[in-house]
């Protein structure tokens, strides 16, 4: 860890925090940025987001080593925190906020890719279910409740199972084909009362093909609790994709993942425990912010909805 | 009533069958199979045929489909490869272990849930909620295991006031009197049910308080008000029951909850239940195990609604089932 390494790390902690008072000041305009940021914790939300997405971004300049490089496997073996190593090596005597630094473009990038693999299948079943009603309505609504019934760990154990070593676009897809079932309840709902409202009506009677009547006139309408739950979602597979590694089927080592770092240090939890609490915070800290932004766009996204 | 009752438990076994035939397949279409020569373990074909004859995987897939499900039929949900034994008999012994940490872990989600709840509520906006919504906010967004390990590094390796894992003492158990074994028991149940129920009732505190501030927001909370009543009395009787129905759906939801954390937690602390059986079991590709485990979970679930939904309809006379206005 050189200074340069320090003065990067600053540079982008002091950029996302001015990011995040900047965002307040330049929309301080809008009702709905007004309504987000009364939340006390959604400035400080965007802003931890933001700096974890910097870090990610900018990973080879903050990162001082190679993440899976064994350094010195004699002397930098489970060593604590230190003016070289931040956060401390681990028992490969790998450095851990590299791998920390790392983790972070994996752990975003699993959750964002699958969280809108989930969404986005969600949103077409929701749309087709809740517009044509009849007979798909019920064939997809019961797929749903057969998809809601299994624990999606269970789901996810019988599907990771399937290959032996899993490639991580797989490991994306496998998440965020289970994880949408919850989605596409939401958005039928939300179509089956506009489909029956009369500006849907009169779409329809002007002579607008299915086609057009959802993607301009219904989805519109139903994208606000899209927004909040992919939010949401990004938290719960981060938590997803961080149990998985965690139990040895998530993401492959020696790439670093959050969740397969605080598997690398739970046999050691008493002897070497930053091994797994740096990992772990950085978890919490970033679901905490994505579920801290997710309440602020309900409440600014919908202004129906009083804020609790 | 009735004929709702029948029609809601129709459904609830057409899902159950569904899950069966879901986890069959996906089971049966995984590349990896039992009893192939691995790197470590060198395997004589021959045996290998011989043993795939006689756990019927040479037979077509659509035999050992109906052979699996008639079998299931007569309660019988197949041989474990790995343990070699009976599934109904391993299931016999970590079910209930399973059922002990999720009870637990329930009673704490909800009571220690629904009581912050409350207090956040009557204290809306206020600092106690602030805090209080940060540290429920906290225990929403942290990963289980991690809870698990950290409270274990706390109370079993610092502070040794819990073990750090098991479900007894493995030494002294046979020896203790009764109510010595009752003690070590709790003593062992004590960390990993309160990890799973701390986090759940991170979830059930954030619900139970929005729940609740939407009655308060209601005018016959004014009017009790109005009249004069006592703040506790508003809250403790007025508000409280009528946000206590929310919690009934919730209870339903905390099920596959419970049985999602159970799988970590039980790899954590080393406690013998169904969700270590199943992590355990995908390691050895012991199919039956898997797909009995992941049966069983469902079947959990589903019933888990279906009491949640009775519930509602008891609770609620609001709902009047098979009227149309029933939730499917």
Not at chain 2, 199 to 216: D, I, P, S, Y
Request: glycine share 8%; proline share 6%; with cysteine.
């Amino acid at each position: 860890m050189t200074p340069r390494h320090w003065a990067v790390l600053l540079a982008l902690l002091a950029a996302a925090a001015i990011g995040a008072l900047g965002l307040r000041a330049g929309t301080a305009g809008s009702d709905a940025a007004r309504r987000f940021f009364r939340h006390p914790t959604a400035a400080f939300a965007v802003g931890v987001l933001l700096f974890f997405v910097l870090i990610a971004v900018c990973a080879p300049l903050v990162a001082p080593y190679d993440p899976s490089a064994q350094l010195e496997i004699v002397q930098l073996q489970n060593r604590p925190p230190s003016w070289m190593h931040p956060l401390g090596t681990d028992l490969y005597s790998r450095d851990l906020l590299s791998r920390l630094v790392f983790g972070a473009r994996v752990s975003l990038a699993v959750g964002t890719l699958a969280m809108l693999v989930a969404v986005s299948l969600g949103a077409v079943v929701g749309l087709l279910a809740g517009y044509f009603h009849r007979w798909m309505d019920g064939v997809l609504m019961r797929l749903v409740d057969v998809g809601l019934a299994v624990p999606r760990i269970f789901l996810l154990l019988i599907a990771v199972s399937l290959w032996s070593q899993l490639p991580l676009a797989i490991l994306v897809l496998t998440i965020g084909l289970t994880g949408w079932f919850a989605t596409s309840r939401l958005v039928r709902a939300e179509v089956l009362s506009r489909r029956e409202l009369a500006y849907v009506d009169a779409a329809r009677a002007l002579g607008a093909p299915p086609a057009r009547v959802i993607l301009r006139h219904v989805l519109p309408n139903a994208v606000a609790p899209l927004i909040v739950s992919a939010a949401l979602g990004i938290g719960s597979v981060m938590l997803l994709e961080a149990s998985l590694s965690f139990l040895g089927i998530g993401v492959a080592p020696p790439t670093p993942s959050w969740g397969n770092m605080i598997a690398d240090g739970k046999e050691q939890i008493a002897t070497a425990p930053w091994t797994t609490l740096s990992p772990g915070l950085a978890i919490v800290l970033v679901v905490m912010a994505l579920n801290a932004v997710g309440d602020a766009l309900r409440d600014a996204l919908d202004p129906r909805r009083e804020a609790t | 009533m009735t004929a709702w009752l029948v029609r809601r438990c129709a459904a609830a076994i057409a899902i159950v069958f569904a899950v069966v035939t879901l986890t069959f397949l996906l089971i049966h279409l995984a590349p990896g199979t039992p009893f192939v020569p691995s790197d470590e373990r060198v395997l004589d074909p021959a045996v290998v045929d011989g043993l795939r004859r006689q756990f019927g995987l040479d037979r077509p897939l659509g035999v050992q489909y109906v052979r699996y499900v008639v079998a299931l039929l007569h309660g019988d949900p197949g041989y474990s490869f790995s343990l070699r034994r009976p599934i109904g008999e391993v299931l016999a012994t970590t079910v209930p272990n399973t059922l002990l940490l999720s009870g637990a872990a329930l009673a704490i989600d909800f009571l220690l849930g629904a009581a912050i709840g409350l207090y956040q509520a009557a204290r809306a906006r206020h600092r106690a909620d602030v805090v209080l919504g940060n540290a429920t906010l906290f225990l929403y967004s942290v990963p289980t295991f991690w809870l698990g390990l950290v409270l274990v590094l706390v109370f079993g390796q610092h502070l040794a006031w819990f073990p750090v894992g098991g479900d007894r003492n493995p030494v002294l158990y046979p020896s203790l009197s009764l109510l010595g074994r009752l003690g070590d028991r709790a003593w062992h149940l004590a960390l990993p049910a309160l990890t799973l129920g701390l986090v759940g009732a991170g979830g059930t505190a954030r619900f139970q308080r929005a729940a609740l501030l939407e009655v308060a927001g209601q005018d016959f909370i004014r009017t009790a008000r109005a009249k004069g009543l006592h703040e506790r009395r508003i809250w403790l009787v007025h508000t409280l029951r009528n946000a206590l129905l929310p919690l009934i759906t919730l209870f339903g939801l905390a099920l596959p909850f419970l049985l999602t954390g159970a799988v970590l937690i039980e790899t954590v602390f080393s406690w013998p239940g169904m969700g270590k059986l199943a992590a355990d079991a995908i390691f050895t590709r012991d199919y039956p195990v898997v797909t009995a485990a992941a049966l069983l979970a469902s079947v959990m679930v589903v019933l888990g609604s279906l009491v949640a939904d009775v519930l509602y309809s008891v609770a609620d006379p609001r709902i009047r089932l098979g009227k149309g206005g029933a939730r499917a």
